[in-house]
């Protein structure tokens, strides 16, 4: 399964909000009813954090001002106020069949 | 608190090995299942393989079947990537994960710092 992002880059602005999209080459719903779509964050110098798992679901200690939302192809990561400390590459990846994640979107101020 | 911390990695030839170690700490490692992910610069990351608590089960992407073994020590909390026949292709940063995999979770909730292997002549 391919998962492709859009945009590559994205620019914001601190306080505002911010989107990312991500779309995969084939549905991410699971013969078990669930879609295994999740998304992290690469912090510079820091390692990968989970931050939403299966479309929705925000990881232990992750702040609300980070959402998921989509179904069977499309989905999306919302960051509500952007702060300083999210920058950073954001990725979706699929645990619905083995593993593949997308090529990486890059959040700057 | 979680702690995965990788090393071994190095600048080795093609059709050379190398050995990756993933500390693990902060949790009961032998009731997760273990994984490798590696990055190329400016790509995003690969899912290399996969081990079973007991490693009664393990995976592996296409690309490194036959060259590459996951292990484990669960008495260490350790975790082995053992890449043999490498190849240039095979350039990247390799991070240990932790798998959360179970009735309906499937998710890669915590990360090492990662250990770079270069190959290169």
């Known amino acids: 399964i391919v998962m492709t992002q859009t945009p590559l880059s994205l620019p914001v602005t601190l306080g505002q909000p911010a989107s990312i999209s991500c779309r995969s080459s084939?549905?991410?719903?699971?013969?078990?009813?669930?879609?295994?779509l999740n998304w992290l964050q690469q912090r510079p110098g820091q390692p990968l954090r989970l931050l939403i798992y299966?479309?929705?679901d925000r990881f232990s200690g992750v702040p609300d001002r980070f959402s998921g939302s989509g179904a069977g192809t499309d989905f999306t990561l919302k960051i509500s106020r952007v702060e300083a400390e999210d920058v950073g590459l954001y990725y979706c990846?699929?645990?619905?069949?083995?593993?593949?994640f997308g090529q990486g979107t890059r959040v700057e101020i | 608190e979680v702690h995965l911390v990788e090393s071994g990695g190095a600048l080795v030839q093609p059709g050379g090995s190398l050995r990756l170690t993933c500390e693990a700490s902060?949790?009961?490692?032998?009731?997760?299942?273990m994984s490798w992910v590696r990055q190329a610069p400016g790509k995003g990351p690969e899912w290399v393989a996969n081990?079973?608590?007991?490693?009664?089960?393990?995976y592996y992407v296409d690309s490194v079947k036959g060259r590459f073994t996951v292990s484990r020590d669960n008495a260490k909390n350790s975790l082995y990537l053992q890449m043999n026949s490498l190849r240039v292709e095979d350039t990247a940063a390799y991070y240990c994960?932790?798998?959360?995999?179970?009735?309906?979770?499937?998710?890669?909730?915590?990360w090492g710092q990662g250990t770079q292997v270069t190959v290169s002549s």
């Open positions: 084939q549905s991410l719903v699971h013969s078990d009813g669930n879609t295994y």
């Open positions: 990846m699929q645990g619905t069949l083995w593993w593949t």
């Open positions: 299966k479309i929705s």
């Open positions: 902060g949790f009961t490692f032998s009731r997760y299942w």
């Open positions: 081990i079973r608590q007991d490693e009664s089960e393990k």
């Open positions: 994960a932790r798998l959360d995999y179970r009735d309906s979770i499937r998710m890669f909730d915590f």
